[in-house]
T-cell receptor, first 114, second 116 residues
Framework: DAKTTQPPSMDCAEGRAANLPCNHS???????VYWYRQIHSQGPQYIIH???NNETNEMASLIITEDRKSSTLILPHATLRDTAVYYC???????????????FGSGTRLSIRP | GAVVSQHPSRVICKSGTSVKIECRSL??????MFWYRQFPKQSLMLMAT?????????EQGVEKDKFLINHASLTLSTLTVTSAHPEDSSFYIC????????????FGPGTRLTVT
């Protein structure tokens, strides 16, 4: 699986949009970009994933550059409950590879300030 | 949505004893389960992958005789930390792959192990 690079920490004011960047310059054509987050002392939580088109769900939006070498996770209206470590992962979807497994990098520690 | 549970959520044991952690997929069948370990302020590290009815595959550097994994059914995997020592104190998280859907991985809430 391709490696990702994320800033170690970021902060954002409550109510504002939080934009979390991720670089994945070695991503392969069949790899998707996944985002998870981990709130303190809890298990990771799936947020969103995409291949090349922008994606949006009830939690966040995912913007992937045209060359697919980087992406941005957007939390449109951050709240204090969004304080967590956010992990950007690139991998082949499990439906397409029985060997697919999630390997976590260092992630970005996002702090939301009141 | 798919739910994965772990039991216990917290456990304290004495050095030299063994402790078992259970991981269950509550509303789906999981032919594959994963075990991760996380030390304070660090990322999750994959320890091993277990497939129902067969031996687990351990990641490099993980002692298979110390971390015994059993995946005897499609909804249950167990991790036994044998002869635990203080350095085994960590947050252990399991994950289960849904065999009936898109094969996605779902994570449990984690088990905090403290060895005194």
């Amino acid at each position: 699986d391709a490696k990702t690079t994320q800033p170690p920490s970021m902060d954002c004011a409550e109510g504002r949009a939080a934009n979390l960047p991720c670089n994945h310059s070695t991503i392969s054509g069949n790899e998707y970009v996944y985002w998870y987050r981990q709130i303190h002392s809890q298990g990771p939580q799936y947020i969103i994933h995409g291949l090349k088109n922008n994606e949006t769900n009830e939690m966040a939006s995912l913007i992937i550059t045209e060359d697919r070498k980087s992406s941005t996770l957007i939390l449109p209206h951050a709240t204090l409950r969004d304080t967590a470590v956010y992990y950007c992962i690139v991998r082949v979807p499990p439906l397409r590879s029985s060997a697919s497994k999630i390997i976590f990098g260092s992630g970005t520690r996002l702090s939301i300030r009141p | 949505g798919a739910v994965v549970s772990q039991h216990p959520s917290r456990v304290i044991c004495k050095s030299g004893t063994s402790v078992k952690i259970e991981c269950r997929s509550l509303d789906f069948q999981a032919t594959t389960m994963f075990w991760y370990r996380q030390f304070p302020k660090q990322s999750l590290m994959l320890m091993a992958t277990s497939n129902e009815g067969s031996k687990a595959t351990y990641e490099q550097g993980v002692e298979k005789d110390k971390f015994l994994i059993n995946h005897a059914s499609l909804t249950l995997s167990t991790l036994t930390v044998t002869s635990a020592h203080p350095e085994d104190s960590s947050f252990y998280i399991c994950s289960a792959r849904d065999a009936g859907g898109l094969y996605e991985q779902y994570f449990g809430p984690g088990t905090r192990l403290t060895v005194t």
